[in-house]
């Protein structure tokens, strides 16, 4: 049996509404599995919510609330969300389901039989809001905290502790010989300067039940539960061993972001280690966003709403920018006049006008069919689908699109170049004609192929405007000569209609 590829996204924790950032990893994570299968690979993705902890606890008693029930509630507005963005993700993980919490409580016997843990006693301040202990290290100069941490109290208790430690250069060594294994490389370099440039403390990996109550109980301790990321990280395998007849595990791909680096790229493998499971291929470290150049921030309304975006401008249009405006690692700016002008540009006047003129003169100079083939866009063609393969393995997709852009372009020179309107007049011209309107309609095919991953809807428009069935979710149909002479097109109609400029 060949293994699936796998690919998950960071869960998401359940203290709030879904925003920008999640759509935006979502949505990654998302193309990705589209354009894996569109490879021919058999994929399963995973994406889903972290629902313990002190932030979950606290918020569940602010709405009165018990913790499920406030969880139950989120989880259903997070469903939804991910329906809206039309992931084809296969598994929606919620880390309260007994099939986490039993695989979580089997891994800690087992890494406590092990002697992999050890109980000590703590004193030191800690951190609600991010749910970390802090030391003398993270005070500013002035003795205090950074106000990110929220409120600071001192604390005294008897915890488990995880030997992170003890595998430091293991990790270090490991890193170094897998250059893939952390993506972009300046997120490994910062990893490896971090392991290289400090001793790595042990992990507390327990909260005393009489403090925080919301959590999977420690098996060999029910005074104890475990740590809110502990129990996070392990959804990645404890859904893939959900799932053990599909081979799912190592995991091919963990989308995350740069927020969460070390716990993915330093306690996360040295926990997998200490299991006895293989490590995950990659770990692929997107950016933030940032709207009109400041910081995205409810407290001071400059947020983006997806969902208000997708409703007005429709889902491709929101995929599209997102992935088109920001290359996968450095961090992004959205702005409202960036997100029309490439929906006009790019959208409405490059692809939409492409595909509405092609098929529009197809309709009124042969009925709508397809005559003889030509191959004059054939080698344009064909440079388009094998960069996009290419970069599809290097999960590269503004790359991908970018090269996908060079076929939409050099068709619309074409049509300027060959003028099949003036053609069209000329009865002496009738088969230059039939030439044009043959590499015009055949290349918006290969092109709904190639932007299937990226905008389903789209594509799937375009094979309904040439009349062909099935979907176009395969990339080796993106070989140029498909469209067979006598085809008959469907109906053509706007893909991207224009919006009007706002009034000033």
């Known amino acids: 049996m060949s293994k699936r590829f796998y690919i998950t996204t960071a869960i998401d924790y359940v203290n709030g509404q879904p925003h920008l950032g999640h759509a935006y990893e979502k949505i990654i994570a998302d193309v990705i599995a589209r354009a894996r299968r569109s490879l021919g690979q058999e994929v399963f993705f995973l994406t889903g919510l972290d629902e313990h902890g002190q932030k979950v606890q606290q918020a569940a008693q602010a709405e009165k609330k018990n913790p499920q029930e406030y969880c139950d509630a989120l989880a259903a507005d997070w469903q939804a969300f991910a329906k809206k963005l039309e992931l084809t993700n296969d598994d929606f993980v919620r880390t309260t389901q007994p099939r986490h919490k039993e695989f979580?409580?089997?891994?800690?016997?087992k890494l406590h039989a092990a002697g992999q843990f050890y109980k000590a006693g703590y004193t030191g301040f800690y951190s609600a809001k991010e749910e970390t202990f802090l030391t003398e290290k993270d005070r500013l100069p002035d003795g205090t905290f950074d106000a990110s941490y929220g409120e600071v109290v001192e604390l005294k208790e008897d915890n488990y502790y995880f030997k992170l430690g003890a595998h430091q250069q293991w990790l270090i060594d490991t890193i170094e010989a897998n250059p893939d294994f952390i993506a972009p490389s300046y997120r490994r370099n910062e990893v490896l300067g971090f392991l290289k440039n400090n001793k790595l403390e042990d992990l507390c990996i327990s909260r005393p039940a009489a403090r925080l109550n919301w959590g999977i109980p420690l098996p060999f301790d029910p005074e104890f539960v475990t740590y809110v990321w502990f129990d996070a990280l392990v959804n990645y395998a404890s859904i893939a061993d959900a799932h053990a007849a599909l081979g799912l595990w190592p995991a091919d791909i963990h989308v995350i972001g740069k927020d969460i680096v070390?716990?993915?790229?330093?306690?996360?493998?040295?926990?997998?280690?200490?299991?006895?499971?293989?490590?995950?291929?990659?770990?692929?470290?997107?950016?933030?966003?940032?709207?009109?150049?400041?910081?995205?921030?409810?407290?001071?309304?400059?947020?983006?709403?997806?969902?208000?975006?997708?409703?007005?401008?429709?889902?491709?249009?929101?995929?599209?920018?997102?992935?088109?405006?920001?290359d996968i690692g450095p961090d992004g700016n959205w702005t409202d006049t960036g997100f029309r002008s490439r929906y006009q540009a790019e959208l409405a006047n490059g692809l939409g006008n492409l595909v509405n003129r092609s098929l529009s003169m197809l309709k009124r100079y042969r009925n709508g069919v397809v005559p003889a083939r030509s191959n004059e866009l054939a080698a344009d063609a064909a440079k388009a689908a094998d960069e996009t393969r290419a970069l599809f393995k290097q999960s590269q997709l503004q790359a991908a699109l970018q090269s996908i852009w060079g076929l939409v372009n050099r068709a619309n020179k074409y049509v300027d170049e060959t003028a099949p309107f003036k053609l069209a007049k000329d009865p002496a011209q009738a088969q230059r004609l039939d030439e044009v309107l043959y590499n015009l309609a055949e290349s918006c095919r290969v092109l709904a192929v190639l932007l299937n991953p990226f905008l389903p809807g789209t594509a799937a428009k375009i094979y309904a405007q040439l009349g062909l069935a099935g979907a176009p979710d395969k990339l080796a149909d993106a070989t140029w000569g498909g469209l067979q002479p006598g085809h008959q097109t469907g109906e053509p109609a706007p893909l991207f209609p224009r919006k009007d400029e706002p009034k000033p």
């Open 262 to 326: 070390k716990f993915h790229a330093v306690y996360w493998p040295i926990m997998l280690k200490a299991m006895g499971l293989p490590l995950p291929k990659q770990i692929l470290v997107h950016g933030w966003w940032q709207k009109d150049g400041a910081k995205i921030s409810k407290s001071t309304g400059n947020v983006v709403d997806p969902i208000a975006v997708i409703n007005e401008w429709g889902l491709d249009a929101f995929r599209f920018y997102v992935l088109r405006e920001l």
């Open 104 to 109: 979580v409580q089997a891994t800690l016997a």
